[in-house]
């Protein structure tokens, strides 16, 4: 297999390796990493994977995009990265809701009980060979931002682990009180958490500002580390989730719910756009899915975006009880809008993002993404209904991000008269947001969040995952609550302390 070689969006910069972009994350020029073709998958390649455990198949998928790792290397990484201790109940288990042509694609089941678990399980051990493949001898200094269950996923990956320190930046009135549980109580030696005053898109404007930023980067080099990141800017996060997919068109395969070449739709609920286009790359490569079903909350930048070809961020900005959607700039849509219209086109788009707030697509452009996708929101009110209802009606308890992709799922069946089946992504277990749910199930929320677990497993007759139980009796070790324009100063401070400052 020849080897894979990546650009960024925005220019025709030097070509890079696979293990390159995931040590660096972002391109200098501010853009993110795609690489120059989508490898292929044909029938003989489908029907083998579907034979195959989830851990071959990823091995398999992350060879095809990752070439200058052997497969070798990548089976003992997928292998450690979801086995039965770490994803208990399965990696990516599909769930048939009776027969109503829905199938939910489970990704909650690992170690912080969200879908980031994903990417951030195995994206570690990418990073670690890579930078051996590298030959430096410096550290990775990872920035994350996160609107709630990015930070969590990468503090638990990342603790510890050699040769990397890593640094979240939460909105500190932006995220869940159990996902705030998880990050400031985070153990490891290598972690430092910070909330800041804002919402997710100052936390993550900042955050790429300081990747950015020339004279930070020489002052990081001085302390021998060099910037790295764990969100979906980097392709060593999104790589993983093109493989879920693929393994779950093969589930259907396997489980006789589909014949080869079915199409299906998939729906996606998504704020920052990685998930649902790793679910475009998925379909580039061959797999046979139809419609992409866009799902967002309230605030429905994207959804907007698909119906009129502007991307409009200067507007009211919501917070929800889907707050890991709870974003106006989806940085993977850049990438989008490079593969579909090319990198000078992307370059003035996101410039024009950046100074004026708005770009406008050409019509036909618009259209060409009509083709594949298609955007729905929830609100509110609708969120809350769908989770009731799917648990009367089915007994299935969902979280509300869940919930807006049953809602935009529903109306895309109603609307279109499409009844082809349909695999819809959930991406957070219900007792990350037990509050949430319980109002939505028509009780009131208790005031401590354990008594609201507590609560949620009598009332569904679920288990509550171990990982958040286990946080009532967790020390709270980061209690720092910064302002945006604090930001690169702290970067820098945890670049010369590595304990964050804690004694």
């Known amino acids: 297999m020849e080897k894979m070689i990546y650009s960024s969006t925005r220019s025709n910069n030097e070509p890079r390796t696979a293990s390159y972009v995931i040590m660096n994350g972002i391109a ?28 071959e198949r990823a091995a398999k998928i992350l060879s095809m995009f990752l070439t200058d790792y052997t497969y070798e290397e990548l089976l003992t ?119 800041v005053k804002g919402n997710f898109d100052h936390c993550q404007t900042a955050v790429k500002q300081v990747f950015s930023n020339e004279e930070i980067r020489n002052k990081i080099a001085e302390e021998n580390l060099f910037f790295s990141s764990a969100n979906s800017i980097n392709w060593g996060r999104l790589a993983p989730q093109i493989v879920y ?3 779950s068109y093969c589930d259907l395969l396997k489980e006789k719910e589909i014949t080869y070449g079915e199409e299906v739709n998939v729906c ?17 490569m061959g797999i046979p899915f139809a419609k992409l079903i866009c799902a967002s909350n309230s605030n429905k930048i994207l959804y907007d975006f698909f119906e009129t070809g502007v991307y409009d961020r200067r507007r009211e900005f919501y917070t929800t009880i889907s707050p890991s959607m709870d974003i106006l700039i989806s940085s993977n849509l850049e990438r989008l809008l490079s593969m579909v219209a090319g990198n000078e086109n992307c370059e003035k788009w996101m410039k024009e993002l950046f100074e004026n707030g708005i770009f406008t697509v050409p019509d036909e452009v618009r259209k060409t993404l009509s083709k594949d996708f298609k ?24 979280d509300p991000h869940t919930a807006v992709a049953l809602h935009a799922t529903d109306t895309y069946m109603s609307e279109t008269g499409d009844t082809k089946k349909t695999i819809v992504v959930s991406t ?35 288990n509550i995952p171990e990982n958040l139980y286990s946080l009532k009796s967790a020390e709270k070790r980061f209690n720092a609550v910064i302002e945006k324009e604090e930001i690169p100063d702290k970067v820098l401070e945890f670049s010369k302390n590595k304990d964050c400052g804690l004694n």
């Open 28 to 55: 200098p020029d501010g853009g993110l990493y795609i690489p120059n073709e989508i490898p292929k998958l044909e029938k003989a390649d489908v029907l083998a994977l579907s034979e195959m455990s989830y851990h």
């Open 77 to 195: 990484a997928a292998t450690d990265s979801y086995s039965e201790e770490r994803f208990k109940g399965g990696a990516a288990p599909i769930s048939k809701l009776g027969e109503s042509g829905k199938y939910m694609l489970e990704l909650w089941h690992g170690p912080t009980s969200a879908f980031k678990d994903m990417a951030l399980q195995i994206m570690p051990r990418l990073l670690s060979m890579a930078i051996e493949k590298s030959g430096t001898d410096k550290e990775a200094l990872i920035l994350v931002a996160t609107s709630g269950d990015t930070g969590k996923a990468a503090l638990e990956g990342y603790a510890d682990v050699d040769r990397v320190r890593i640094s979240v930046f939460y909105p500190s009135d932006g995220v869940s009180n159990i996902q705030k549980m998880q990050m400031v109580t985070q153990k490891g030696k290598n972690v430092c958490v910070s909330g």
């Open 245 to 247: 997919y693929v393994s």
């Open 268 to 284: 996606v609920p998504t704020g920052n756009f990685g998930n649902i286009l790793a679910a475009y790359i998925a379909k580039l």
């Open 375 to 398: 955007g729905f929101f929830a609100d509110e009110a609708q969120t809350q209904n769908t989770i009731k209802r799917y648990f009367d009606e089915f007994g299935y308890l969902i």
């Open 428 to 462: 957070a277990s219900p007792y990350k947001f037990s509050g949430a749910v319980l109002e939505a199930l028509g009780y009131e929320i208790p005031a401590d969040d354990f008594e609201a677990l507590e609560r949620l497993q009598s009332i569904s007759g679920t």
